[in-house]
Nanobody, 122 residues
Framework: QVQLMESGGGLVQAGGSLRLSCAAS????????MGWYRQAPGKQRELVAT???????RYGDSVKGRFTISRDNAKNTVYLQMNSLKPEDTAVYRC????????????????WGEGALVTISS
C-alpha cells in the first residue's frame, strides 16, 4: 500500500507562482512514476505532469513552458513548480503514483492523493 500526502495549494494572483509537494510512504519500491493531474469544474481530468524514477518527464500541452515537475527519490517526494499562473489553471490538483515509468492515461496510476485546490484570480 502507498499513501500520498499533498501539501501546497491556495489562492494566487494571475502571473504568480505556486509550489505543490507530494510525499509518498508505504510500499515505495513498487512505485515508478509520480505526477499530477487536475480537474476543473465541468471539465475532464487532464494531465499536468509526470516524472519517472529515472527522471523522464511528460507534460500536458496547456502547462508546457510554465510548470516544472521534479522529484527527490531520497525523500520519496515529487514537486510541481507552477509559474506564470493563469485563471485557467484553477482546478483541484491530485498527486498520483504508479508502477509504469511513463503513464499514458490517468488510469495507469494506481495511488491517488486527496487533492489540493489551486485558485488563480484575475
Amino acid at each position: 500500500q502507498v499513501q500520498l500526502m499533498e501539501s501546497g495549494g491556495g489562492l494566487v494572483q494571475a502571473g504568480g507562482s505556486l509550489r505543490l509537494s507530494c510525499a509518498a510512504s508505504g510500499s515505495i519500491l513498487t512505485i515508478n512514476a509520480m505526477g499530477w493531474y487536475r480537474q476543473a469544474p465541468g471539465k475532464q481530468r487532464e494531465l499536468v505532469a509526470t516524472i519517472s524514477r529515472s527522471g523522464s518527464t511528460r507534460y500536458g500541452d496547456s502547462v508546457k513552458g510554465r510548470f516544472t515537475i521534479s522529484r527527490d527519490n531520497a525523500k520519496n517526494t515529487v514537486y510541481l513548480q507552477m509559474n506564470s499562473l493563469k485563471p485557467e489553471d484553477t482546478a483541484v490538483y491530485r498527486c498520483a503514483a504508479g508502477r509504469v515509468a511513463i503513464p499514458l492515461q490517468y488510469y495507469d496510476m494506481t495511488y491517488w492523493g486527496e487533492g489540493a485546490l489551486v485558485t488563480i484570480s484575475s
